[in-house]
C-alpha cells in the first residue's frame, strides 16, 4: 500500500514539475524579446534578397548540428524508435524553434501500426509533440472475437523540458530532460471488455541521453512511470495491477566515421504486466538510422515485441521517415 502510495505521488510530482518547467522556460526567452529596442531587431522579409533575414529562417534557423534533434518514437516524443531521449525535436538553437513531421510503420507477426504526427522545439529548451496511431489488427481481429480487421486509435500529446546538459557537446555532462504524455485510446467498450481499467492515462520520465563524438557512441537511459498497456493501445491499468510503476528504457548507438549521418544500434524497453487477459513482453530492437540531411532522416529496424493481445512472437520490421527544420 505504501509503495503504490508511494509511486503515485512520485508520478504526480514529475507530472506537476513539467508542466512548470516548461512554462518557466519560456518566460525569460520572452521577457528578453520584449527587451529588444525596434533598432536592433533584424530586418525580416519573406524571402531572403541578401540584406534582410527570412521569415522563415528567424523562425528556425536550423543552427543545431545535424542528428542532435534525434530521430521519432512510437509516442511521437524525439528519441529513438521505442525509446524516449533527452533530445529536443529540430534544429532550433536557444534563440529560435525547430520542427520534425513524422510518419512511422511497424509490421510483426500478426499486427501493424502505422503513426504519424508533429513535434515542435522551442529555444532549445521545451518540446511539445502530437502523434496518432492506428493499430491494425488485420484477421487476429476476427481470432480475438472484435471483429475481423479491427482498429485500435491511440493519440499521444506530449511535452519535455531540457534541464541541463547538451547532447553532443565536448563534455561529460548527459543532456537531461523531464517530460510527460497523456495518451487517449478511442474505444472504451473493447478496452474494458479486455480488462483495462481506463482509456485515457498519462506517463511521466526522466531521460539522460548523451553522444561521445571522439568514440561515436550513443547512450540513452530513461526512467518511465507508466500503466500502459502496450503504450497505451489496449489502454491502462489491469485486473492485475492498477498502479503507477518505473519501466526502463535503454538505447546505445553507434557512429561510423566512415559515413557521417549513419547511426546503428539496439534499444531495450521493459514493460509493466497490468491483465490476466495477456501477458505483456519486454521490447527489443536494432536499428540503423541515417540522417541525409537536417531536412530528411530515415530510419530502419527489426523488432521483437514478444506477446500482444495473447499472440506470442510478433517479430517484425519498423520503417520511419521523419523531416526536421
Known amino acids: 500500500m505504501n509503495h503504490s502510495l508511494s509511486s503515485a505521488q512520485t508520478f504526480r510530482s514529475l507530472m506537476s514539475l513539467t508542466a512548470a518547467l516548461s512554462l518557466s522556460a519560456l518566460l525569460p526567452e520572452r521577457a528578453a524579446r520584449a527587451a529588444d529596442t ?43 524508435g521505442l525509446a524516449t ?16 513531421l513524422h510518419y512511422s510503420y511497424v509490421n510483426v507477426t500478426n499486427y501493424w501500426d502505422q503513426n504519424v504526427g508533429a513535434s515542435i522545439g522551442l529555444f532549445d529548451r521545451v518540446e511539445l509533440s502530437y502523434t496518432h496511431n492506428f493499430f491494425q489488427t488485420r484477421a487476429t481481429g476476427a481470432k480475438l472475437g472484435i471483429g475481423n480487421g479491427y ?52 506517463d511521466a520520465y526522466l531521460a539522460v541521453t548523451k553522444l561521445f563524438p571522439k568514440v561515436g557512441i550513443l547512450i540513452d537511459t530513461t526512467v ?32 561510423p566515421p566512415f559515413l557521417p549521418g549513419l547511426i546503428v544500434g539496439v534499444e531495450y524497453r521493459t514493460k509493466p504486466r ?12 536494432v536499428y540503423t538510422s541515417y540522417f541525409i540531411n537536417k531536412h530528411l532522416n530515415i530510419t530502419l529496424a527489426y523488432v521483437s515485441l514478444g506477446t500482444i493481445a495473447t499472440f506470442k512472437n510478433q517479430t517484425g520490421f519498423y520503417f520511419s521517415g521523419q523531416t526536421g527544420f
Open 224 to 255: 518511465r512511470f507508466t500503466k500502459a498497456n502496450q503504450w497505451g493501445i489496449i489502454g491502462f491499468g489491469g485486473d492485475l495491477d492498477n498502479n503507477y510503476h518505473a519501466q526502463f528504457e535503454g538505447s546505445l548507438g553507434y557512429l
Open 38 to 80: 525596434t533598432e536592433s531587431a533584424p530586418q525580416v522579409t519573406l524571402g531572403n534578397d541578401g540584406n534582410s533575414k527570412s521569415l522563415f529562417r528567424t523562425l528556425f534557423d536550423g543552427q543545431r548540428a545535424i542528428g542532435t534533434g534525434g530521430m521519432t518514437s512510437l509516442e511521437g516524443s524525439s528519441g529513438g
Open 274 to 285: 497490468n491483465q490476466r487477459f495477456t501477458d505483456e513482453s519486454n521490447w527489443f530492437d
Open 85 to 100: 531521449w533527452a533530445t529536443i525535436s529540430g534544429y532550433g538553437s536557444n534563440k529560435s524553434a525547430g520542427m520534425a
Open 151 to 202: 482498429q485500435f486509435d491511440l493519440d499521444v500529446a506530449g511535452a519535455k523540458v531540457r534541464l541541463f546538459g547538451h547532447v553532443a557537446d565536448n563534455s561529460l555532462i548527459p543532456q537531461v530532460a523531464i517530460g510527460a504524455m497523456y495518451k487517449h485510446d478511442s474505444d472504451s467498450r473493447i478496452i474494458h471488455m479486455i480488462g483495462s481499467k481506463h482509456t485515457d492515462g498519462a
